[in-house]
């Protein structure tokens, strides 16, 4: 049987014979003025305060990977049978440009988030991005809009939401012959104003987020979309989150909508679920999985079941919980609903491991401690 490829390579890398043009520059001539951008930078909240600039890199079968630019962030004109509306071919990723305090800026582990943008690309029968673009295009958005990255005192940072869409006009169901990828960047705050929360999280029941054979492992709108009513319906219940369990059994916990989860236990180990691809594989999950192997931790990523997360916590055998991911880094998790009834989770605060871990992540990639995986991207 013939196998359908779906981005062939000679398509896909065809952008080599375009790097003598690289990235085009179109400054913004109504780039927000330096005291107004301050103001708006003093409250910028989470994912509303947009910079002045936008990366954009086309993609056609004809021309492989074309026109790449910096240009002033602006709406964009798209006819209404483009693609993306309708079938959801859509991958998006998310990092963040961290100010160092020398003054300098610098990204954490972009070329994770490049491959992993392939990865998602590949699943949803995309072309793939190859990396050192991915990454250029994400150092060249920073660098037009470097005074958009705030200092780090309030835990801000500049959030960048790289994503590619379907652009083909056309309402038959295959892959899109053109596709758009975009690069905004947003300044933010810490996402949990004050400090760290522990959150409430509700258990799923009735509806899971990702299938085995499914895109669970790819970073698709479409995983996004499905799992809104069940995260409405944990607010509802009164919860933060929503955390999910595996479609086949309903026994085995996955992740969160957006966040990766790990389990703390009394004799100082952790565990989080294995990547079985119906989980999204963090970024943040694999540096604390490092960080934790480094200080000689015993480390599990293996299957961990709602009804021993229970018992165990009851117990006194878990003592933490934890989720995390790249907007709120590591966020404690102080008890877990379901119709079942509350269980929480030791004292109900963040614990000494939850916060020894996320200040360790935390202090690399503000540039305060040794980097010894290499996981900083220094910019200039
Ligand atoms: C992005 C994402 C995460 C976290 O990944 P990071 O690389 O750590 O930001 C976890 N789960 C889902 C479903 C995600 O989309």
């Known amino acids: 049987m013939r196998r359908a490829t779906?981005?062939?390579?000679?398509?896909?890398?065809?952008?080599t014979s375009h790097l003598a043009t690289r990235f085009r520059f179109d400054p913004n001539p109504e780039s927000l003025p330096a005291d107004e951008r301050a103001a708006r930078m003093a409250d910028p909240g989470f994912g509303q305060l947009f910079t002045d600039h936008m990366a954009v890199i086309r993609w056609s079968e004809a021309d492989g990977w074309h026109d790449a630019a910096v240009t002033a962030r602006k709406p964009l004109v798209m006819d209404p049978a483009?693609?993306?509306?309708h079938y959801a071919q859509e991958i998006f990723e998310g990092l963040k440009a961290y100010r160092l305090d020398d003054g300098n800026t610098a990204l954490f582990?972009?070329?994770?988030?490049?491959?992993?943008?392939?990865?998602?690309?590949?699943?949803?029968?995309?072309?793939?991005?190859?990396?050192?673009?991915?990454?250029?295009?994400?150092?060249?958005?920073?660098?037009?809009?470097?005074?958009w990255v705030p200092d780090g005192s309030g835990g801000g940072s500049l959030y960048l939401r790289p994503f590619q869409i379907a652009t083909s006009v056309f309402l038959g169901v295959r892959p899109s012959s053109e596709y758009l990828y975009m690069v905004i960047a947003s300044t933010v705050g810490a996402y949990w104003k004050g400090g760290p929360k522990s959150i409430r999280i509700w258990v799923s029941q009735d509806y899971t987020r990702a299938a085995p054979g499914g895109t669970g492992a790819a970073k698709c709108g479409g995983n996004y979309a499905a799992s809104l009513l069940a995260q409405k319906e944990a607010i509802a219940r009164g919860c933060d989150q929503v955390v999910f369990l595996d479609a086949a059994e309903r026994r085995w916990v996955e992740e969160l909508g957006g966040m990766n989860v790990f389990f703390v236990f009394e004799d100082g180990s952790i565990q989080t679920p294995p990547?079985?691809?119906?989980?999204?594989?963090?970024?943040?999950r694999d540096s604390i999985l490092t960080l934790a192997r480094d200080r000689g931790m015993t480390v599990r990523e293996e299957p961990y079941a709602l009804d021993r997360w229970r018992a165990d916590a009851e117990s006194?055998?878990?003592?933490?919980?934890?989720?995390?991911?790249?907007?709120?880094?590591?966020?404690?998790?102080?008890?877990v609903a379901d119709p079942d009834g509350t269980f929480r989770i030791g004292a109900g605060g963040p614990g000494q491991v939850t916060t020894a871990l996320s200040d360790a992540l935390q202090a690399i990639q503000r540039g305060r401690a040794p980097d010894p995986h290499g996981w900083l991207h220094r910019l200039s």
Do not use: K, Q
């Not at 981005?7 to 952008?15: G, V, Y």
């Not at 878990?318 to 008890?335: K, N, Q």
């Open 82 to 85: 483009s693609s993306v509306f």
């Open 316 to 335: 006194g055998r878990l003592t933490e919980s934890f989720a995390c991911g790249t907007a709120a880094v590591v966020t404690p998790i102080a008890e």
């Open 275 to 284: 990547l079985t691809g119906t989980i999204l594989p963090g970024i943040t």
């Open 109 to 147: 582990r972009p070329e994770a988030n490049a491959r992993r943008f392939r990865d998602s690309a590949r699943r949803m029968a995309m072309p793939e991005l190859p990396e050192e673009l991915f990454v250029e295009s994400i150092e060249r958005l920073v660098d037009a809009d470097r005074d």
């Open 6 to 15: 779906y981005a062939p390579a000679s398509l896909t890398f065809h952008w």
